[in-house]
């Protein structure tokens, strides 16, 4: 059974960075085939994407956000850490992590955690 | 990398069928056959109910389908039951490890 966990602070201020990890249980991110998502959303409004990892350490980033946005992940501690610099009032969104096998799409979710920017 | 174009709500009486579009462009649903729609129910995480443009995750009921033509997808849901109104996304593979998702849509049961 898959299942995935985002943690990371609730409130950060402006200009700061977030670093948010997501648990995983039931595969290995060191396993053939398996990658891990982040996806975003902002109060009311739509998905979206912002990085994926694979297992090969193979990863990409919103081209939009790139400058700011890394992901990287710890094999032995089963987790994909996610970290954007600089944050700003709009990033504030609930932040998801997600589990997929390839390019099908994210099949597995964590239930969110809530990030809002503010001073 | 523009969101997927989804109509903002559409509604429909128990029973009816309801169709979802998600409209892109030929870099990203034109050009790939890894369309997938997400379920998302208030404060809830997305629940994947479709990928592979047409293919359902273990344990969707058979009332959701999906298709797909030239640069549009579509999300089916027929006999609509109450439980089926929530915010419906569409995502699609657009190339290079990256995906982009629509804007959602609100289905409301009568």
């Known amino acids: 059974q898959i299942t995935l966990r985002e943690s990371g602070p609730t409130l950060v201020k402006p200009t700061q960075t977030l670093t948010l990890t997501c648990s995983l249980s039931g595969f290995s991110i060191g396993s053939s085939g398996m990658g891990v998502g982040w996806i975003r959303q902002p109060p009311g409004k739509a998905l979206e994407w912002l990085a994926v990892?694979?297992?090969?350490?193979?990863?990409r980033t919103r081209p939009s956000l790139e400058s700011r946005l890394s992901i990287t992940k710890d094999t032995s501690r089963n987790q994909v850490v996610l970290t954007m610099t600089t944050m700003d009032t709009v990033d504030t969104a609930t932040y998801f992590c997600a589990h997929t096998r390839g390019i099908m799409g994210f099949d597995f979710w964590g239930p969110g955690i809530q990030v809002i920017v503010s001073s | 990398q523009s969101a997927l174009t989804q109509p903002r709500s559409v509604s429909g009486s128990p029973g009816q069928s309801v169709t979802i579009s998600c409209t892109g462009t030929g870099s990203d649903i034109g050009d790939y056959l890894y369309v997938s729609w997400y379920q998302q129910n208030p404060g809830k995480a997305p629940k994947m109910i479709i990928y592979?443009?047409?293919k359902r995750p273990s344990g969707v009921p058979d009332r959701f389908s999906g298709s797909k033509s030239g640069n549009t997808a579509s999300l089916t849901i027929s006999g609509l039951q109450p439980e089926d109104e929530a915010e419906y996304y569409c995502?699609?593979?657009?190339?290079?490890?990256?995906?982009?998702f629509g804007g959602g849509t609100t289905l409301t049961v009568l």
């Open positions: 995502c699609s593979y657009a190339g290079r490890h990256s995906w982009v």
């Open positions: 592979d443009v047409s």
């Open positions: 990892i694979f297992w090969s350490d193979q990863k």
